[in-house]
Each structure stands twice: as structure tokens, then as C-alpha cells.
């Protein structure tokens, strides 16, 4: 067998398998035999069937089921040894002749391979980045402070309801004329509030009540999901599909949410004992929170503009016509052909990206530890705790979890992808001038906005 790799031009070659009948002529007489000791043939013992009849039966499809086998191996192994860096995968070439396995003892089978292109990467002080840096503004600053004060905040008795209150009471459900279904449904030390009442002149009827009034209202009006129908009545899902009508609800206590005042109190609490002692500090703590919360979306910013600028700058050229095609070939079924067309500017950006990246890794020699890729993967975990607010969680138990997700290999890949980006990205920071510039959050956003709007204007 024979592989012989013919350039079409910089980034397109042609592999040109050749094989022989000594090249499978061995694999396919064990896969006969192993056939012949397995196949039930009426007429014949197992084991006793003719070879020939076996071949005559079996042959043809054993016979292009190995050497399918061997063209699979044999380029796996040439693009190895070859060090051929690749993009995306073979394609059988349009050029290709029909196999003729009936007459046929010798073959050629043409791959078409797109090859990466070399890619020379200049970084220096010459190459600016807009670097965004998030202004703390009085607007932020309140809305930081707002969120410790409802963080901290309490629910306090009341002497009657306005519109958001926290309700503490018993249900008991109605008949048709407004009075007490005997053997209807009861529940007691129920709460309830206001604010969360989805029809607007139920929720007014329970204004300026007091504890001890009762209100009258269709449950199924007020709550329209049956979990929370389920929740509210104390009954099992099932059965709250079946809910309808007017149920009695008795006012035992009435709660309103009262925010944390601004005091040593909720300093202490926020921060511990003592850590924060005045109004300036407590000012000064929050804008480094604020700070330090916005530093991953404005490096997530930055990551965005230096590889639109060095995708722009460097520029490496693809070969357009074949990433097309393979991508036609791989997501058929999934995506029409318009919609490749359509998408395909957005996928060349990131390919590009990603040979600009890879380069960077080789040339600088760049690696990733097993130790960090953990800690990445600890972080992630202690941001899934944190959404069910579960924070500050042992790091033993981090780890364990951790360890966990690294055991799944498309989140292991994932994670190793990450942890080489961030490299890089902080590789280019180094090498660059920033052109920091102060924005508001209102600002920020606008940027991705702005994205968007390019993207759109792009794929037309």
C-alpha cells in the first residue's frame, strides 16, 4: 500500500491511496474463516459450510468492509507521521472513480485535504487594544449599596396591607354560593404575598386589610401555575390541576420587608466584625467589589477586540471552497446549505482565531498544568453553588465535585481550551498598549450591541 500527497496549491493537496491485493487479501481470508465458523446455513453443520459458498455469500461486502478499514487506518497513520497539519478532515475527492470490487484486484481512492497555512505572528506596542475599564459612577455605586440593604433587610410586623406584603394565614376552600365546602380543602399557616398576585383586582381587594380579616378570591386567577397551586393548598400536583373557584383566606399576620439601615450593623454583618468602621469605607469596599466583579467581562472584552484586531491584522488565508464543502458534509441534516453560507464569515473568524492562537501556544511554548485546569474546574463548581446560594463551600468538597466534571472528557477538553485562551489573551496584554478607556455599565453594553449589529450586517 502506497500514500501519495499531491499539492494542488498552499492549502489544498490530494492524498492518493493506492492498494494492492496483498494489502488485504490476508485480513479478508481470517474475516472468511471467522464467518465460516459462525454463519448458520440451512443444509450445512456449523463450521462445515464451503468456503466458497461463504465468499459467494459474504465476499464482496467483506472485501470493501476491510478495505474501508485500511484506508481509515492507513491515513490516520500518514497524517501522523506526516505531521500534517490539517483542517477540518479528508474528503473522498470529487475526482473520485467508482471502485469496481467485482473485477477489480487494485485500487485508488482520492482524498481531498485542506492544509493550515502557516501562520506568522507580530506582536508589539505598535498594536493598540481598547482596554474598557468600568467607571464606578454614583448610579452603581447606589445600586451595590441598595442590594446589601435588601440582602441584610427584614420582614417586620405590620398594622395593615398596601400592595407588597408578606401575608401569614389559613385557606379554606368555598362552594359555588361563598360558603364552606364541608370536606374541602384546608391549610393552615400558609404564606402569601401580594406582590406576587398575577390578577390585578384580586391583589387589590387585599389592600388595607389588617390580621384577622378575610378575603375571598379564585385561587386559580391569582396563582394560574398549578406548582404553585400545589404549594400554596399543601395538596399534591395532580390534584391541583383539578383547582377552581373561590377559596377563604384568613389574615393571621401581616409582614413588610423593611431594607437594612446604613450603620455599623450592616457593615459588620456584611463584612465581619469591625472590618468596615465609617460611611467612606464602606463607600471605597463596595466600588473595589464593583471593580473586581467587572474584571472577567471586561477581559472577556478585551479577549473579543484583540482577536478582531489580529484576525484583521494577520489575516491567514483559508481555503474557503473546501471548509465549505466539509461543513456541508459533516452538519448534513443539520443546517441547509444557505444557512452554512450564512454562517460561515462568523466560523473563518474563529478558525483564524484559532490558528492565530495555536501559533502563539507553539512559538511561546505555552502550557497548561493538570493543577490549574482543577482550580478552573473548582471555580465553575463554586459558581453552580453560588446560584442556589450556596456559597464559601469547603474546598474539600470543591475539589471532590471538581474532580467529578475533569472525569468527563468533553468538559475536560472544554476547561484545557479555556485555561489556553486565557494564556494567550494575558500573552497579547503584556505585549500590547492598552488604550484604557473609562465607560459607564450603560456604555459597556452598548458595545455588544454594536456586535450584534456588525454580525447581522456581516452574514448578509
Known sequence: M???????????????????KDDYTEKVENVIKDYRKKARIDGFRPGKIPTGLI???????????EVNKLISE?????????????????????????ADFDNETEFEFLFDVAIAPEVEIKISKKDKVPYYSIKVDDKLLESYTDNYTRKFGEFKDAEETTDNEMLSGNFIQLNEEGNILEDGIKADDV??????????????????????????????????????????????????????????????????????????ELYDKAFGKDVIKSDEEFKAKVTEEIKSNFVKETDYRFMIDAKQKFVEKINPELPTEFLKRWLTIV?????????????YPKFEDDLKWQLIKDQIIRDNEIKVEESEVLDAAKEVTAAQFAQYGLANMPDEQLEQYAQEI??????????????????????????????????????????????????KKKSK
Open 331 to 343: 452538519n448534513e441534516g443539520k443546517f441547509t446549505a444557505e444557512q452554512i453560507e450564512e454562517e
Open 74 to 98: 492507513s491515513l490516520t497513520n500518514y497524517i501522523r507521521d506526516e505531521k500534517l497539519n490539517l483542517l477540518g478532515e479528508p474528503l473522498p475527492s470529487e475526482n473520485q472513480k467508482t
Open 2 to 20: 502506497n500514500i501519495v500527497k499531491e499539492n494542488i496549491n498552499d492549502l489544498t493537496a490530494v492524498l492518493k491511496v493506492n492498494i494492492t
Open 55 to 65: 465468499k459467494k455469500m459474504y465476499g464482496k461486502g467483506i472485501l470493501v468492509e
Open 406 to 455: 475533569l472525569k468527563k472528557d468533553d468538559e475536560r477538553r472544554k476547561l484545557y481550551e479555556k485555561k489556553f485562551e486565557d494564556k494567550v489573551v494575558d500573552f497579547i496584554k503584556d505585549l500590547v498598549k492598552l488604550d484604557t478607556k473609562e465607560v459607564t455599565t450603560e456604555e459597556f453594553q452598548k458595545l455588544w450591541e454594536n456586535d450584534q449589529k456588525k454580525d
Open 191 to 264: 404564606r402569601i404575598t401580594i406582590e406576587y398576585i398575577k390578577d390585578a383586582d384580586i391583589k387589590t381587594t387585599f389592600a388595607g386589610k389588617k390580621v384577622g380579616d378575610k378575603v375571598n378570591f379564585d385561587v386559580r386567577k391569582a396563582y394560574p401555575s398549578d406548582s404553585e397551586i400545589a404549594s400554596m393548598l399543601k395538596i399534591d400536583k395532580e390534584k391541583a390541576k383539578e383547582i377552581s373557584g373561590d377559596f377563604q383566606f384568613e389574615i393571621v399576620k401581616v409582614q413588610r420587608f423593611e431594607k437594612a439601615e446604613i450603620n455599623q
